[in-house]
């Protein structure tokens, strides 16, 4: 009965050794680095009439820590970026983060993101930018990173070289926006990871590798892991419409007859119902045929040439001679500007801005036979 008493305590001191020895690695291997030569060795303690015995080892075990891979790779920002139509160089930026056991090397490669991918949990692409490219910062996240250069046109492909274990790198990539993109789509831009052993090779799944290890990828794709972040096209939509009306003529007859006084009215919509239209200038080349009107129109306490209508706002300007406008319009000769650099016009989304002025149509000189 004792002798069986001895047996059981024995199996149980064994079998909690040998769970404390495999929990105890289970945990280790988290973090321990791969190449790591684990060590163990069991002893028995015994009891033989109350007497200690000598303690009887166990052959030692060894093993080789293998690769854990897992690399995440994230947009820095949340949601899709705003670009409008014709804007050069947009660009967004992704966390790539080693949780590996082993430094990495990292092979980068950027494309336009395929027709319907989900960029955002929200929107699916439906365009491509031009011209994408990419660059790595120059430190990683454990240190002070400085930002990459914009790299040469065309450069789809980049690498990161070495990146410790539990540290992090930002990668920025580029595209063009073309004027052609079309207001309310989505472009998104692609890059692809690939993790590879810190000397540059690639890494095999499920055999030894040149460095006697394996690897386990913890996302399942064998080192690969794909990052899409978006933008919207955004533009103004607007449009132009220029109409005439006769205020009067010498007969009273309504008709643009020699010395008639005609309104002219361009009207400018923004359907878009989210973004501005700015720095807009109209250019109107008068015919030969009609001369323009000075002081027409007056805003507040002040008359001058030209009356804009912003959205219910009215404001007068002078048709100064070119060169010597201050207040954002001029005539030279012809061509009658509103809204140039000295006076840049705003128009909002879903507004519309009105722009007025009047000509007499000449009178011409009677021929003598």
């Given at each position: 009965m004792k002798t069986s008493s001895k047996t059981i305590g024995l199996s149980i001191r064994l079998g909690a050794l040998a769970a404390?020895?495999?929990?105890?690695?289970?945990?280790?291997?988290?973090?321990?680095?791969?190449?790591?030569?684990?060590?163990?060795?069991?002893?028995v303690d015994y009891f033989v009439g109350g007497i200690d015995q000598t303690d009887i080892p166990s052959n030692t075990v060894s093993f080789v820590v293998d690769r854990r891979v897992n690399v995440t790779m994230v947009p820095s920002t949340p949601g899709v970026e705003?670009?409008?139509?014709?804007?050069?160089?947009?660009?967004?930026?992704?966390?790539?983060?080693?949780?590996?056991?082993?430094?990495?090397?990292?092979?980068?490669?950027?494309?336009?993101a395929a027709t319907g991918t989900d960029i955002d949990g929200t929107n699916n692409d439906d365009t491509d930018l031009g011209d994408p490219r990419i660059a790595v910062w120059t430190d990683f996240?454990?240190?002070?990173?400085?930002?990459?250069?914009?790299?040469?046109t065309g450069t789809t492909t980049a690498t990161i070289d070495n990146i410790p274990a539990d540290d992090a790198i930002r990668i920025r990539?580029?595209?063009?926006?073309?004027?052609?993109?079309?207001?309310?789509?989505?472009?998104g831009l692609q890059v692809t990871a690939t993790s590879l052993a810190d000397d540059g090779t690639a890494l095999a799944y499920g055999v030894a590798n040149t460095d006697g290890l394996e690897n386990v990828d913890v996302n399942g794709n064998d080192g690969v892991v794909v990052s899409v972040d978006g933008f919207a096209v955004q533009s103004a939509e607007l449009s132009v419409l220029k109409e005439y009306s006769v205020l009067s003529d010498p007969l009273g007859s309504g008709l643009a007859i020699p010395e008639a006084v005609i309104q002219y009215t361009v009207t400018i919509t923004n359907a878009s119902t989210t973004t501005n239209a700015t720095d807009?200038?109209?250019?109107?080349?008068?015919?030969?045929?009609?001369?323009?009107?000075?002081?027409?129109?007056?805003?507040?306490?002040?008359?001058?040439?030209?009356?804009?209508?912003?959205d219910g706002t009215q404001t007068v300007c002078s048709a100064d001679t070119a060169g010597t406008d201050t207040d954002g319009c001029s005539l030279d000769g012809v061509n009658l500007v509103v809204g140039n650099a000295n006076g840049p016009i705003t128009v909002a989304a879903?507004?519309?801005l009105v722009v007025t002025y009047q000509v007499t149509i000449q009178n011409p000189i009677p021929t003598t036979p």
């Open positions: 404390a020895l495999l929990f105890g690695q289970q945990a280790m291997a988290e973090g321990t680095r791969a190449g790591t030569v684990v060590d163990n060795t069991a002893s705003i670009i409008a139509p014709g804007q050069g160089d947009v660009f967004a930026d992704f966390l790539l983060t080693n949780l590996s056991n082993s430094d990495l090397d990292i092979d980068l490669a950027l494309i336009n996240e454990s240190g002070t990173p400085a930002a990459p250069a914009v790299p040469g990539v580029w595209g063009a926006a073309g004027l052609a993109l079309v207001n309310g789509t989505f472009a807009v200038s109209i250019t109107d080349a008068l015919d030969d045929n009609v001369d323009f009107n000075l002081g027409q129109y007056t805003a507040g306490a002040v008359t001058s040439d030209i009356l804009i209508d912003n879903d507004t519309t």
